[in-house]
């Protein structure tokens, strides 16, 4: 019987960690916004500046969180980055200015960078080789999970005893959670433990330098092809709401897209990952922007047609997340060596930069032609530049 990979508990490992930096510190903190803003006497939108800070904070840290990578053991900068999530989660019911919340989330945001996304597919590279696109889904879905899982006592205790209650009795725990990461690790695995992981038949790439990457016009390429794509992907995650309130739907309707689309961004997760597996990275990232722009488009027809709300839902669920997903697992594809930590998070850096004018350019376009309709062509224009600068990169791999 073969033993069990220990690179399955590493995944395990850093989900808990995501549940708790994402899936808590992301997802699940919105919900204590409005009795924050009350007790503070925030007028509406203004909280909302605070985790604005924290964007700014994680695209400027990545590149140096990726030097770190490259230069000392994942575990360590894992380790820190719980050590500060740690701290500030136990902290979070004692603020009492909005000034603390802002630095609040500027700390969050060092810890972010050094514990989020860009470590934890650092370290699923050098674990996974055959199975990465599978594990790398698993993984993304763990902030979903968190989310999902953490929602309801929030809000229980939200109600029954307060905000500082609710940061109390779901924090600590999920401190608890983070902690408990760190104890299934390992920085990487033994050579005859990876061999069984190794594709066979495996082609050689080049192990570029961030220098060597820099005169190469495929760095170019993916990074302008990424940066259009977390433009799109924000700018709709930001904005759905307020599409939807233009729609003037009932309670029910808005629901139904809800659950349909965070559903199927699970799913398009998954499936992605799995079929990342199976074809060229490159290939599988061409069908996840092609289904993201179809869903834009269904969301498109919606603003004359809402009886297709639903589908648009689906499409787009599993557009966005796949396109997510293919992100992570193309540059990985590209640039997995010595310098990957660092360009990495050159490629977070742009891409968190990108995904934030994203969020206030589709804004401002609906608040300038009092509809959507602007914006959607804007992200399909980007949708099919997207795709012109895989099928570049496609032809141009070594």
């Known amino acids: 019987m073969n033993k069990f990979y220990r690179g399955w508990w590493v995944l395990l490992g850093l989900s808990l960690m995501y549940i708790g930096s994402n899936g808590f510190g992301i997802y699940t903190l919105p919900l204590f916004y409005p009795s924050i803003s009350q007790e503070l006497a925030l007028t509406k939108g203004v909280i909302t500046q605070a985790p604005s800070n924290m964007y700014l904070v994680l695209a400027f840290c990545s590149p140096f969180c990726g030097w770190l990578l490259d230069r000392f053991a994942p575990r360590i900068i894992l380790g820190v980055a719980a050590s500060i999530m740690s701290v500030l989660f136990i902290s979070l019911a004692f603020i009492n200015t909005f000034e603390q919340l802002k630095w609040y989330y500027v700390f969050f945001g060092v810890a972010l960078s050094l514990g989020g996304v860009i470590p934890s597919v650092y370290l699923i590279s050098r674990w996974f080789d055959k199975h990465r696109g599978i594990a790398l889904g698993l ?3 763990a902030s979903s999970f968190g989310a999902t899982i953490l929602s309801k006592p929030a809000g229980y205790f939200l109600a029954s005893g ?3 209650t609710a940061a109390t009795y779901v924090g ?6 983070i902690i408990l990461a760190q104890l299934l690790l390992k920085n990487r695995p033994e050579e005859e433990e990876f061999q069984g992981e190794v594709m066979p038949q495996k082609n050689s790439t080049k192990d570029f330098t961030l220098s060597e990457a820099l005169r190469q016009p495929t760095f170019y390429t993916l990074l302008i092809a990424t940066g ?7 700018g709709i995650l930001f904005n759905k709401d307020l599409f939807l309130s233009d729609l003037q739907l009932t309670p029910s309707q808005t629901a139904s897209f809800a659950s349909s689309f965070f559903f199927c961004s699970i799913i398009g997760k998954i499936v992605f990952g799995f079929v990342s597996d199976k074809i060229r990275k490159n290939d599988a990232m061409l069908g996840s922007i092609v ?6 488009l269904l969301l498109k027809t919606c603003l004359a047609h809402v009886s297709w709300l639903t589908i648009a839902a689906i499409v787009l669920g599993v557009g966005y997340s796949g396109a997510f997903t293919m992100i992570q697992l193309l540059i990985a594809e590209h640039y997995a060596g010595k310098s990957y930590g660092l360009i990495l998070g050159v490629f977070t850096m742009i891409d968190t930069l990108a995904g934030s004018i994203g969020i206030r350019t589709i804004g401002q376009l609906r608040a300038s032609t009092g509809s959507y309709n602007t914006s959607f062509e804007v992200m399909l224009a980007l949708c099919i530049i997207a795709v012109g600068l895989v099928v570049f990169s496609r032809k141009k791999k070594v």
Do not use: E, K, Q, S
């Open 139 to 141: 993984f993304l879905n």
């Open 162 to 164: 307060g905000w500082r």
């Open 172 to 177: 600590f725990p999920v401190v608890g959670i």
């Open 228 to 234: 259009a794509l977390w433009f799109c992907i924000n």
């Open 291 to 296: 289904v993201l722009g179809l869903g834009i």
